[in-house]
Structures are given as structure tokens and as C-alpha cells.
């Protein structure tokens, strides 16, 4: 399953764009948000998940 983001909890650090391997990356920062924009690029690794300092992203 592909990331999910809870934009209530994500402060836009950028931690999960930084580290996703995804090609394209799984993730984009807009307006303040991190945002699944190529969810079909998830290969499921968790390194989003592991590294969000405040828990907003979840692979469910």
C-alpha cells in the first residue's frame, strides 16, 4: 500500500521526500504539505514512515 499522509499532523519537514527512493519520488511539498503524488513509485520500503519526526505518514 502507498503512503498515506494526515495533513492534521504533517508540518511539511520534507523528511519523506528526502529519503524516498521512489523514481519518480513518492512525494511533493506544496503549500506547506507533504503530498502522495506518485503513489504507483511506492516500492513499500517505510523509510517515509521511519523518518517523519511528528508520525503523519503511515503505509497501511
Do not use: Q, R, T, Y
Request: charged share 25%.
Amino acid at each position: 500500500m502507498p503512503p498515506k499522509v494526515d495533513m492534521n499532523v504533517c508540518e511539511g519537514a520534507g523528511d519523506c521526500f528526502d529519503v524516498c527512493p521512489g523514481d519518480p519520488n513518492v512525494f511533493e511539498i506544496k503549500d506547506g504539505k507533504a503530498h502522495v503524488v506518485n503513489s504507483d513509485s511506492c516500492i513499500e520500503c517505510g523509510a517515509c514512515e521511519a523518518s517523519c519526526p511528528v508520525g503523519a505518514v503511515v503505509l497501511e
